[in-house]
């Protein structure tokens, strides 16, 4: 058997690049315990910015049977993306020996794709109707990349029972139902592991936003208004110091935001960085607030469980206990001042109880049964 995994995504590092990172190694060397030929298709912002797949040579055993290809089209405009998979992909697969594909993100799958399994992240697209700048740019890629791969892939997987409980919400059927399974995304985070690092160490005890600059979907000016409503009651200088890039579709909206909060002085953006200044902004943290509703995983919330810090969540946050268990603060992001009380009085208790999460290894072990299924 020789499988295809597909790992792609566009921009910075982010969600779904995390996912791709964490998991990688381990599924690949699940798979190839099995004997499972691994072709892993990467785009080339994917293999840019990722640093499992970007140092891929140094830890591959066995570089005959588990290769990683640089794959242009992935990184093409979506239209041209589009057609190369209706028309061309099922002939790569041939001329490669390719039996077997996965998608680890943004699932094109047609009926005659080789047996595929589709990984689905969040269903945003269901959600909000104008969630990528217009409802027929949305309309499109809920098409493309959600109810296509819905009725085509072999195997559907839900990053976790929120992601599934959404699907099933939409889109419930009998048939979805036998061939839909939940996976539940590692949280066992590797940042924990980065080398100590210098940065900007600020003076007053501050929060940390993590992810995309997206102001509507992240929450970010509710984490400006929480902060500030911290300020106000405890009479401690508090500060917001914010992490993240930006991607195509929330660019404009991301900048307007940035510019509108530089008039405050303890609000901060340090961009898009690296894996260890991350880790060590994450060492430094009272907690870590994440106030999207709509999340599939969230990723800074098990980043700030893995570093024995609290994540201030939003309490329509479905999938928050998942991926963070007992390290949360949960609060009504529109009621800044009764959320702030809280934060105050939960900050004030010292850190959150150590959690056991689910582990990457169980992740990929449970993927490679997927795949051999297939």
Known sequence: MTVAIIANYLGPKLGIGQYIDQLIQPLVRSLRQESVDVLVLGSPNAVKNTPALRDWQHWVEDADSATLKVLPQLDDAPGKRYAWFALRFTSYCKAAGIDRVVWLSNPIVMPWHPPTLAVIHDVNEWKAAEKYGSRLKTALRSLVYLDTSLKCAKTIVAIS???EADILYFRDSAALRQKLKVILNGADSQLKNQPPVSIPQPEHPFLLSVGRIDPAAKRLPEAVNLVSAMRSLS??????????????????AGEDFLQSVKPLSWVHYHGHVEDAVLAEWYRHTAGVVFLSDNEGFGFPIAE???????????????AG????????????????????????YRLQQGSPPTVSLPSWADAASAYADAIREL
Do not use: M, Y
């Not at 009479?235 to 404009?252: C, D, K, Y």
């Not at 024995?308 to 309490?315: D, L, Q």
């Not at 991926?323 to 105050?344: C, F, M, N």
């Open 161 to 163: 029972k929120a992601t």
């Open 235 to 252: 009479n401690v200088p508090w500060e917001l110091h914010i992490l993240g890039g930006t991607n195509t579709s929330t660019q404009a």
């Open 321 to 344: 206990s998942e991926s963070g268990s007992d390290a949360l603060i949960t609060i009504d992001a529109e009621q800044s001042q009764s959320a702030a009380a809280e934060v105050i």
């Open 304 to 318: 700030a469980a893995s570093f024995n810090r609290w994540a201030i969540v939003s309490h329509k946050n479905a």
